[in-house]
């Protein structure tokens, strides 16, 4: 049962207008990242190579981080693992519901599930590998910036997508009479 709000259609607590999308975006988001881990470490076999030169500001390398962003957090065990894993579910959980409740975008909706299935992509890598892969190293005139994939990228996208969202909204509310 949905409720009609001033801004527009809600959602009721697990289902929205915008659910279907964020789901489709979630599951490819999902489906890419996993396909390439799995490609780069059991078919390109990335762990073996080392360092693979690709062009001057960018290499592939195998590493797996047992922390989160910047390796903040170490966790060697695995129970560390699993911990940060059920962060990752139980924020996922909080962006669907978000989605979900909210009469939002298809913007909305595109960037919190581009941010879902960056943060179960990576979650899947803790619980199976024990950290999570990741294999893209830029860098340029000798600073290396960090090492990351696939998730990673749709995490960022996503937040750049909500910040935008963010303020589209609020110059149209703003431009609004009062």
Request: hydrophobic content about 55%; aromatic content about 14%.
């Amino acid at each position: 049962m949905s409720q009609t709000t001033e801004t527009g259609t809600r959602g009721s607590w697990f289902w929205g207008p915008y659910s279907r999308l964020a789901l489709i975006v979630f599951l490819i988001t999902l489906v890419l990242d996993q396909a390439h881990k799995w490609w780069m470490l059991e078919i390109y076999g990335i762990a073996d190579k080392g360092r693979v030169y690709i062009n001057p500001f960018l290499d592939l390398v195998y590493v797996k981080n047992i922390g989160i962003s910047y390796s903040l957090f170490d966790q060697e065990s695995y129970s560390g693992q699993i911990m940060l894993a059920a962060m990752a579910a139980i924020a996922t959980l909080a962006l669907w519901l978000w989605v979900a409740r909210s009469g939002g975008s298809k913007l909305l909706a595109v960037s919190l599930g581009l941010i879902m299935g960056g943060a179960i992509g990576n979650a899947i890598d803790r619980l199976v590998l024990g950290g999570v892969a990741d294999f893209f190293s830029m860098h340029a005139f000798g600073y290396y910036w960090y090492v990351f994939n696939i998730a990673d990228v749709a995490i960022v996208a996503g937040v750049i997508g909500l910040l935008y969202d963010s303020i589209v909204a609020s110059r149209k509310d703003a431009a609004k009479p009062l």
